[in-house]
């Protein structure tokens, strides 16, 4: 798979602290990481180019499969409405020969304005910070950490620090540090809208990248089947409405915490959710759908192994009865050489438009697109 992502490399512009009004609006062109789950690269890149102004040089990061760099020059606070990242890193580069000489009033100033910058853009501020470097109990990072809570007022906590400073050698210099500060004092990928949890939930970011990659439409009938807490709902809808949004699972919780989770995000009165077998046809009148979505049970948190089989054909055809021609079946698995031999026995149904392999803390889920034949 291509990216489009250019390994171009060049000198960073470095962090100049700007007025307060400045910082929190339009900043001169700054660089950033974009911290993701690899596999996604090249939709995280399509919605880094689409949804935010302001962005130039789009590259790729040397050694890494799950960031990606750009020069950005737009406002800081568009740079936490991305849905496909995990976080955004400032980075900022100093000629330092070791972490320890950051406390230096040369390079100091730069590293507490990015700290100020974090508190701004979030709510509630942080309160704690930590460093996330190999050896960060050295006296050189403790000599910095102490100088960051006299300059901050923030406490050093090495395992819940929600103000995250990333050390690293300098990636675009012969020599020299570099520190990544996380923008967002949570992962992006923790939704506000996630007020029930559920065992087996997709992440939200690979929610919002099947999204993009079916191409949400105002005129969409959108299903999604096996709906549990609804991350693939909610990411769906909160990407701009559709036409007619149904929901279904035979699971009573599921649907409860599916309920409670969309109010969460203001849409309740945007979905009809039905519980149902998908086998059967109560959800299906709201169609024929031009988007279904589905991630079928996995492991042993929300199915078994040995019903797996059935459940996907289930899906591949069920999902068939109720799409309109030429709509888009997006499924998230982990079950991938079930799905595979599911796809051959569907192969009159289904042609397979793409396959994104998604690397999640040790799993490895697919995202398959497919078009209704
Ligand atoms: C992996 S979970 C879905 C998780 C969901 N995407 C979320 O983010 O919470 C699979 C769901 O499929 C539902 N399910 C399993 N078999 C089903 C069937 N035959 N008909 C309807 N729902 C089913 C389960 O109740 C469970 O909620």
Excluded at 187 to 211: D, E, I, K, Q, Y
Aim: hydrophobic share 45%.
């Amino acid at each position: 798979m291509t990216t489009g992502v250019s390994r171009t490399r060049g000198p960073s512009p470095g962090y100049r602290p700007r007025t307060r009004s400045q910082q929190a609006s339009q900043p001169p062109s700054r660089r950033v990481e974009f911290m993701f789950l690899p596999g996604l690269d090249f939709v995280v890149e399509a919605e880094l180019r689409e949804r935010l102004t302001g962005v130039r040089r789009v590259h790729a990061v040397h050694g890494r499969s799950d960031a990606i760099a750009a020069d950005y020059s737009g406002p800081w606070e568009s740079l936490l409405s991305l849905r496909t990242i995990v976080a955004p890193f400032l980075v900022l580069s100093f000629p330092a020969p070791r972490p320890g000489s950051l406390v230096s009033g040369e390079y100091f100033p730069e590293i507490e304005a990015a700290a100020d910058l974090v508190a701004r853009l979030n709510a509630p501020p942080p309160r704690t910070f930590r460093f996330d470097a190999a050896g960060s109990a050295s006296a050189g990072y403790r000599k910095l950490a102490a100088r960051l809570e006299d300059a901050t007022g923030l406490t050093y906590d090495d395992e819940e620090g929600d103000l995250v400073l990333r050390f690293r050698r300098a990636v675009d210099s012969a020599a020299g540090w570099d520190v990544l500060v996380r923008l967002c004092t949570r992962p992006l990928s923790r939704r506000p809208w996630r007020v029930h949890n559920f065992p087996g939930a997709a992440n939200a970011c690979v929610a919002a990248a099947m999204t993009r990659l079916v191409g949400p439409a105002p005129s969409q009938r959108f299903a999604n089947l096996m709906c549990g807490s609804g991350t693939l709902l909610i990411e769906r809808l909160l990407s701009g409405p559709a036409l007619v949004a149904v929901a279904v699972d035979n699971d009573e919780d599921a649907l409860a915490a599916c309920a409670g989770n969309l109010s969460a995000a203001g849409l309740r009165d945007q979905a009809r959710l039905v519980r149902a077998d998908i086998a059967e046809d109560a959800w299906a009148a709201d169609g024929p759908f031009d988007v279904i979505m589905a991630d079928p049970p996995w492991g042993t948190l929300t199915g078994s192994h040995d019903t797996s089989e059935s459940v996907h054909m289930a899906l591949l055809e069920r999902a068939y009865a109720a799409a309109a021609p030429g709509a888009r079946l997006a499924v998230l698995t982990h079950e991938i050489r079930i799905m595979e031999r599911c796809l051959r026995q569907a192969g009159r149904l289904w042609t397979e438009y793409q396959a994104v392999r998604v690397f999640q803390k040790g799993h490895h889920p697919r995202i398959y697109v497919l078009t209704r034949k």
